[in-house]
Nanobody, 122 residues
Framework: QVQLRESGGGLVQAGGSLRLSCVISGRTLRSYSMGWFRQAPGNEREFVATISFSGQATLYADSVKGRFTISRDNAKNAGYLQMNSLKSDDTAVYYC???????????????WGQGTQVTVSS
């Protein structure tokens, strides 16, 4: 069994920064991509960013490009999302996910965390 656990969410003022972390435990995953998604109240879960297993390929949603940076540390089975210049529109529950494929679509990811709340006050 695979578990993903996010941390680092919280309340921040607009213009501030947060760093989310995601740690994978349980069964060893091989060559998996890690992605971040978010879901605001009343909205569908949307893609934020993803990173390949090697770390050499990344994709970002247009809404976060230039403000968010995704990274990973395979030795620690961990992934990170550095979020800068936060806006009120970034308020959502953020989920990390892992899967064998690389891309923006939710169905590409087999394992999901429980989510961490990010609230940006204006």
């Amino acid at each position: 069994q695979v578990q993903l656990r996010e941390s680092g969410g919280g309340l921040v003022q607009a213009g501030g920064s947060l760093r989310l972390s995601c740690v994978i435990s349980g069964r060893t995953l091989r060559s998996y991509s890690m992605g971040w998604f978010r879901q605001a109240p009343g909205n569908e879960r949307e893609f934020v960013a993803t990173i390949s297993f090697s770390g050499q390929a990344t994709l970002y949603a247009d809404s976060v490009k230039g403000r968010f940076t995704i990274s990973r540390d395979n030795a620690k089975n961990a992934g990170y999302l550095q979020m800068n210049s936060l806006k009120s529109d970034d308020t959502a529950v953020y989920y990390c996910a892992a899967g064998q494929s690389f891309g923006r679509l939710r169905h590409l990811y087999d394992y999901w965390g429980q989510g961490t709340q990010v609230t940006v006050s204006s």
